[in-house]
């Protein structure tokens, strides 16, 4: 069974920084990420990393995603943040091999202007 525990939220100030980190099992997976939503607004990318590393427009330049394989996380340094950022954040993985997919319960971005 796929379990994902997302840590890392919080309250920042415009500029500041924040880690996110997404622990998970029950699996190997072939990709790992980050998407993020706001109300009434679609769930968005913001980076994947697996084969090929995606960064989202609006997190190029800011973010940085990496994995620890042998511990199963996937990580998100989000750095110079705007209060557009503010967001619920949702760890993505997919399971290797078959490919499905799998979303973490999100935890809540908020940056202050």
């Known amino acids: 069974q796929v379990q994902l525990v997302e840590s890392g939220g919080g309250l920042v100030q415009a500029g500041g920084s924040l880690r996110l980190s997404c622990v998970a099992s029950?699996?190997?997976?072939?990709?790992m990420g980050w998407y993020r939503q706001t109300p009434g607004k679609q769930r968005e990318l913001v980076a994947t990393?697996?084969?090929?590393?995606i960064y989202a427009d609006s997190a190029k330049g800011r973010f940085t995603i990496s994995r620890d394989n042998a511990k199963n996380t996937v990580y998100l340094q989000m750095n110079s943040l705007k209060p557009e950022d503010t967001a619920v954040y949702y760890c993505?993985?997919?399971?290797?091999?078959?490919?499905?997919?799998?979303w973490g319960q999100g935890t809540q971005v908020t940056v202050s202007s």
């Open positions: 990393i697996g084969g090929r590393t």
């Open positions: 993505y993985v997919e399971k290797i091999f078959s490919g499905v997919a799998y």
């Open positions: 029950g699996s190997i997976f072939r990709t």
